[in-house]
């Protein structure tokens, strides 16, 4: 971000997102999910779990910044508004990892 190398910058947080979604999935539904297409549909199942009309746009941002890499197509106004929606997709999902990480050693302790 610094170096003002948006595409880069949003390209790691999509694989942020991405490899925490993973985790979380295979934490929840002792699944792993591997390719980019499962990644997306596991990511807009969210909305209909958990009923947070954010989420859509959070996860539009984080694939408008995975294709943004590619494509370039972002003025920084645009990209910043994106990036943080990212960031506040990673905060949900890293929250319900921890969140289950709890109650998956809480279940293993008793």
Do not use: C
């Amino acid at each position: 971000m610094k170096k003002r190398e948006y595409g880069k910058a949003g390209e790691l947080l999509w694989g942020t997102i991405a490899e925490t979604a993973k985790a979380f999935h295979l934490q929840y539904y002792r699944m792993p999910i591997d390719s980019h297409n499962d990644i997306r549909k596991f990511l807009d199942s969210l909305y209909s779990i958990y009923k947070k009309k954010e989420l859509r746009e959070w996860k539009r941002s984080a694939d408008n910044l995975h294709v943004n890499f590619y494509e370039s197509y972002l003025d920084e106004p645009t990209f910043m508004e994106e990036y943080t929606n990212g960031v506040k997709l990673l905060a949900f999902l890293s929250g319900l990892l921890r969140k289950t990480r709890k109650e998956t050693k809480s279940r293993h302790l008793t």
